[in-house]
Structure formats: C-alpha cells, structure tokens
C-alpha cells in the first residue's frame, strides 16, 4: 500500500469504527458537557490518565485545534471549557459526532476534514493549543505532523500529544489474544511490510486500519527537530477491562507537552 492508499484505508476505517461504536468513537454527554462549563472537566490523550490540568494554561477564549481528534469526546469538552476550538480529521463520521454533540449542546465548535500530516487549511500561528490524542500509530511519516503541527501553532503555544509505545509492536498479535507476550517483529513496524498478504486482509477485514509502530527518536526526537522544547511527559497504559497482557509489564503509550518558543 502506498502513502495515498494507506490514507483512505484508515480514513475508511474509522468511519466503520465510528458503525460499529469503537470506544473512542463514543460521544460524550450532556452530563459532562454541563460539568465542564461549570469547570469541572478532564480529557484524555492516552487510555487512563487524565492530562493534567496545568499543562492547559487558561483555556478561555483561546483558539484549540483537535488534531487527528475528531469522536465527540476532546472537543466538546475542551469548547464547553471555554476554547475556541477546531476539530480536525481525517473520518467524517468521526467529524459528525463533534457535530451533533455541539448541536445537541448549543456549543460553538469548527470541524475540518483533512489529513494530519497536512494542516495546509490552516494559516501560520493559527493556535494557542494543539491537542493530539493518541493517533500518529495510523500515519505512515509522523515528521510531517509535527512540523505542521509547529507551524500552525503560535509562538509560545503548546503541543499536547499522545503515542503509542514502539515496543507495543515486537509481539505476536495472535499470540496476545491467547494472553501470551512473544517477540515476532522487529521495529520499527508497519502492518502493510511486516505481514504476510493474506495477514494483512484479515487485519483490515477485522480492524478496519493499519498501523505503524515509529521510533522514540521520531516521536520525541521529532518534534524536537521541528522545533518544540519539551515540559513534560507521562507514561500510561492500555484501557479497557481486561486491559491486554503487555500493560502488565510495560506502559504501552505516553504523552508529552511541548512548548513552540516565544519569539
């Protein structure tokens, strides 16, 4: 699969998550929409850990982008805070639940269609705040995102990302499902060069997406390249009940904030 195709493979498959309800196509509701307008509020870039509050800033008036962010859950809340936000990505479906959650709670919030590795819709210094949930495992090239990402951010504005662990991707995927943790693959990993074709088809038959694993040197070392100074960082695990077997010996995704300087 090339570039192109691996695009609208995932964008393809992410509407069919948001048919089947995937958790992370799941709005939220009235309930805690109303609980952020009073303040009350927490959002996620990785499964468990609420991103601390303080790495926000004051969150009134201030213009959000969504990045790769789109399911009715981040955007909502954060345009319920107080923000200005824009929703950004590459599923319509994905999209449309930001839609009707802002329509279903009298929110002011902006989607936009497009790929996150090209925000070429949006102007130079367009933001104040980019949040980009765990995501970039679906993007083939995620130097791309995170030069895009500075670009569109104003200076002394913040990056708040999520991403998975490299070394979620060295086992055997069939193995995991027995609870067994086998090394199979080295990194980094891709699912369209890594898999047998027959593999790969069940895997988009079944998951709808394919993934790519990156290395810690493009995912930290990249947005460093692009510019951003690092502030801070945590580790976390997968969600879910049970949460899979690695999380119990490793965490399997992490976030990061990251500042673009002031000029």
């Not at 990045?67 to 345009?79: D, F, H, K, T």
């Not at 890594?194 to 998951?207: G, N, S, T, V």
Request: with cysteine; charged share 20%; hydrophobic share 45%.
């Amino acid at each position: 699969m090339h570039a192109d195709e691996v695009s609208r493979n995932n964008q393809q498959g992410w509407d069919r998550r948001v048919e089947e309800q995937d958790v992370w196509t799941r709005p939220v509701s009235p309930e805690v929409v109303a609980r952020a307008r009073a303040g009350d509020w927490s959002v996620f870039l990785t499964p468990n850990i609420p991103v601390p509050r303080d790495w926000f800033g004051d969150l009134d008036g201030r213009d959000v982008l969504g990045l790769a962010s789109g399911g009715g859950q981040q955007g909502p809340i954060l345009a319920a805070a107080g923000a200005k936000v824009t929703v950004f990505d590459a599923s319509e479906r994905q999209l449309a639940q930001d839609q009707a959650v802002a329509a279903r709670d009298g929110l002011v919030l902006t989607t936009r269609q497009g790929f996150m590795h090209d925000l070429s819709a949006f102007a130079d210094d367009s933001f104040t705040l980019i949040f980009h949930p765990v995501s970039n495992c679906f993007a083939p090239e995620i130097l791309p995102v995170w030069r895009e990402a500075y670009r569109v951010l104003r200076p002394g504005g913040a990056l708040l990302a999520g991403f998975m662990n490299p070394m979620v991707y060295v086992f055997d995927a069939a193995a995991e499902d027995r609870g067994e943790l086998i090394v199979k693959h080295a990194l980094p990993y891709a699912d369209i060069t890594h898999l047998p074709a027959d593999d790969l088809q069940r895997l988009i038959a079944r998951d709808h997406t394919v993934e790519f694993s990156h290395t810690l040197e493009a995912q930290i070392g990249g947005q460093l390249q692009a510019g951003f100074v690092l502030t801070h960082m945590f580790e976390d695990r997968d969600g879910g009940a049970p949460a899979n077997v690695r999380s119990a010996y490793f965490p399997t995704c992490m976030a990061t904030r990251g500042i673009k300087p002031a000029a």
